[in-house]
């Protein structure tokens, strides 16, 4: 294919993928597609990622009203994302017509120059057929002369054909460019004609009810884990990162501690954005060394395992000092009930819904994992429930309204394969999977504010989206 056709050929294979993007998205960017109302008992089809799942109503033995409803995943999206979209595929539309305005240009240019030469050769031809009709009166070598100039030339005539093809594919696609730019612009002006400032306070306004909402549901049900979103790349294959799940909206300082002994460099940014750019705006060095990767800050204090004991400590980054320190009674430390990667892992220490919490086993409980709920202010263990499950056989673990998720590996294939309780003190073997894309996972916790997973894999600090099941109270709940 020569080489104006090859430009065509890209060009036309991007209005291809422009059209197919069109045909699936432009109805969700300017409300086409509709959603059906659902009936009894099914759900209503709307994307975790877009909205709230909502399961019709039903009652309860005593005439109570029961909604059940699938909280939506984090949606990392901008304001006005679908105008902008829009935008950008205007300017997109427009690029690709100014470069199609070129393409004419240059092939008019060339078509011009070949139509000359097509004339000159016509008339070459016949006065070379005239030639060779009389060509016994002519000199030997003008004729061969004449021959090869002609033989020079005829390799132009399929070539002419060919920009005579392109140009009228160049009008035809011209016209559609210019088709699909009026829609485009009639779309936007639609758009454009609604109150912007009026549509972010519903938005506004929509948010704070959906908030008021979430406030009414009880603990939810792990269902789904979707992801990872790679924050960072940066620190040793072991570690931690984490912000305060109890901070409020405007706090969104975040922690890092790199690897999982021989440490004690605590190393805080006061937003995300300041941690991806690594812009650190305090260090807090520790009394003590850490053991594993298993610390959570909780309510403005950094809770670790200190390192070759069973030993608790509460540190306040405000005031820069310990403020409780506990042992956790029979707890197996420095490796002996580890997860499966090791890393001194034995305690992991946790906060969700509900509080603060342990996880570690003992020898009384043969090496299976208990799960403790402690007291915030002094570490005292309130609470106490032994599983069944190994410790040394999960991966990683986690606390999502008073149940803990247990995964069955840190490494590739992994899922969370079982969960215990502590509401019912009951245990089931799950199926539950997630993408462990740098195929090691040394840290796994969960936030409740974020209602998201926090992921050390591989030297690499990565964010998983959950969807939980809820079951909305009524004012009859005790």
């Not at 020569?2 to 993928?17: I, Q």
């Not at 070949?114 to 002519?138: N, S």
């Not at 109890?246 to 940014?269: C, F, G, H, P, Q």
Request: one cysteine or more.
């Amino acid at each position: 294919m020569s080489p104006p056709l090859l430009k065509l050929g890209a060009v036309l294979s991007t209005m291809a993928m422009i059209s197919n993007w069109m045909s699936q998205t432009l109805p969700s960017l300017v409300g086409l597609n509709t959603t059906r109302l659902s009936t009894p008992d099914i759900l209503t089809q709307i994307s975790p990622k877009e909205g709230w799942q909502v399961y019709s109503s039903a009652q309860d033995p005593d005439g109570r009203c029961i909604c059940t409803v699938v909280a939506p995943e984090q949606n990392l999206c901008s304001r006005d994302a679908k105008s902008r979209q829009l935008r950008q595929l205007l300017e997109k539309v427009q690029n690709m017509s100014q470069s199609i305005e070129v393409l004419n240009l240059r092939t008019q240019r060339d078509f011009q120059y070949v139509l000359k030469m097509e004339t000159q050769m016509k008339g070459l031809k016949a006065k070379f057929r005239q030639i060779e009709d009389d060509r016994k009166t002519l000199m030997t070598k003008h004729f061969q002369e004449l021959k090869e100039k002609m033989d020079e030339l005829l390799p132009l005539i399929p070539v002419l054909e060919q920009y005579k093809t392109d140009a009228k594919l160049i009008t035809q696609f011209k016209e559609e460019i210019r088709n699909l730019s009026a829609v485009l612009t009639g779309i936007q002006e639609e758009i454009g004609a609604y109150d912007y400032e009026e549509l972010h306070q519903r938005v506004l306004s929509l948010e704070t009810r959906l908030r008021d909402c979430m406030k009414k549901l009880t603990c939810g049900k792990l269902m789904k884990i979707t992801g990872p979103v790679t924050v960072k790349t940066s620190g040793t294959r072991f570690g931690a990162w984490m912000t305060d799940p109890l901070a409020s909206e405007k706090n969104n300082r975040v922690w890092y501690m790199d690897s999982y002994t021989n440490n004690k460099i605590v190393r805080e940014y006061k937003s995300i954005a300041d941690f991806v750019s690594g812009a650190e705006s305090r260090t807090y060095n520790l009394p003590f060394k850490w053991a594993g990767t298993n610390h959570v800050v909780y309510n403005g204090s950094l809770y670790f395992n200190k390192y070759q004991s069973n030993i608790i400590i509460k540190y306040s980054f405000d005031m820069g000092r310990v403020l409780a320190q506990r042992s956790l009674e029979y707890a197996g430390f420095h490796n002996v009930y580890p997860y499966t990667w090791g890393g001194f892992s034995d305690i992991d220490l946790m906060a969700d819904e509900i509080g603060l919490w342990a996880v570690y086993a003992t020898n009384q409980n043969a090496g299976n994992i208990v799960i403790s709920q402690l007291n915030q202010d002094t570490l005292e263990v309130m609470k106490s429930w032994s599983t069944g499950y190994p410790k040394r056989s999960a991966g990683e673990s986690f606390m999502i309204c008073g149940t803990l998720y247990v995964t069955n590996s840190h490494l590739t294939g992994a899922k969370v394969y079982y969960s215990y309780s502590t509401k019912t003190s009951t245990y089931e073997y799950t199926d539950i999977p997630f993408h462990n894309q740098y195929f090691h996972i040394s840290m796994l916790d969960y936030n409740a504010r974020d209602r998201a997973l926090y992921a050390w894999n591989n030297g690499h600090q990565v964010l998983f989206n959950v969807t939980l099941f809820h079951i909305i109270k009524t004012e009859d709940d005790t």
